[in-house]
């Protein structure tokens, strides 16, 4: 996988290094829970990125939405809960997280699931959503940039 420089490692990071030392943040007040948002043009590695994280954390549950599976987020999210250490892979995020006010109706109502899934999870869980997208700059500015839902945007 070829990445630039330094990027792999702070995926790396804020994944398999929180994993490996969840008992001494925990203790020290940190949360567990985890956002990462992998975006770029399609072929830049954003799913093998996911595929080497999967690969690397063989100890975390690992469950993964896309395309007609988003209607399955809340589900997928008490599976979360109760299967931990698990990660939840979003593929193409932006099929369910655009920003408000560009549908049909201006509201969509998988993206507010999503947005109170990422929200209401407690600090100790220990959970990672994975997102990836090729439109970021679609992306509804509350679910990137509002803090304990992307911690990463790689």
């Not at 330094?6 to 990071?13: C, K, S, T």
């Not at 999210?77 to 997280?97: K, Y």
């Not at 994975?130 to 992306?139: F, G, Q, S």
């Amino acid at each position: 996988m070829i990445l630039p420089e330094g990027v792999l490692e702070r995926i790396e990071r804020h994944t398999i290094g929180f994993a490996a030392h969840a008992q001494r943040l925990l203790a020290a007040g940190r949360h567990l829970k985890r956002g990462l948002l992998l975006y770029g043009p399609p072929g830049t590695g954003k799913t093998l990125t996911a595929m080497y994280l999967i690969g690397r954390m063989r100890e975390r549950t690992v469950l993964v939405l896309s395309g007609r599976s988003y209607g399955l987020v809340v589900p997928t999210c008490a599976l979360d809960r109760n299967l931990q250490p698990s990660m939840t892979v979003l593929e193409d995020v932006d099929l369910v997280a655009e920003e408000r006010g560009m549908g049909a109706m201006g509201e969509n109502p998988l993206l507010f699931e999503l947005l109170n899934e990422m929200d209401g999870l407690a600090e100790d869980a220990d959970v990672i959503f994975l997102l990836t997208t090729n439109r970021a700059v679609l992306l509804e500015p509350a679910q990137t940039a509002r803090p304990g839902r992307v911690d990463q945007a790689t």
